[in-house]
Nanobody, 121 residues
Framework: QVQLVESGGGLVQAGGSLRLSCAASGRTFSSYAMGWFRQAPGKEREFVAAISTSGNRIYYTDSVRGRFTISRDNAKNLVSLQMNSLKPEDTAVYYC??????????????WGQGTQVTVSS
């Protein structure tokens, strides 16, 4: 069982930056691949980024590649998403998720409650 709690969301102007964090409970955090997803109003939840258990495999959706950076600290049970050059279209609720297997699909076993990111133009 893994419990996930996101933080770091907020309101930022276009071009600005935010850093999202996801704190995980449990002693087996390092056994899980971690992902970030987002859901904008009226849209389906979409994949943003994923990182493997050791951090040596990372993948981003095309719309954020080069602007967002996912990282993890297994000693602190923490995964982060650094978001730079934010655009209004990045506005969404952002979720972190954990899964035993690295995947870019939404088939993650555990999900956080989400944190709102709003980018104003």
């Amino acid at each position: 069982q893994v419990q996930l709690v996101e933080s770091g969301g907020g309101l930022v102007q276009a071009g600005g930056s935010l850093r999202l964090s996801c704190a995980a409970s449990g002693r087996t955090f390092s056994s899980y691949a971690m992902g970030w997803f987002r859901q904008a109003p009226g849209k389906e939840r979409e994949f943003v980024a994923a990182i493997s258990t050791s951090g040596n495999r990372i993948y981003y959706t095309d719309s954020v590649r080069g602007r967002f950076t996912i990282s993890r600290d297994n000693a602190k049970n923490l995964v982060s998403l650094q978001m730079n050059s934010l655009k209004p279209e990045d506005t969404a609720v952002y979720y972190c998720a954990a899964n035993p297997v690295f995947t870019t699909s939404s088939r993650y076993d555990y999900w956080g409650q989400g944190t709102q990111v709003t980018v104003s133009s």
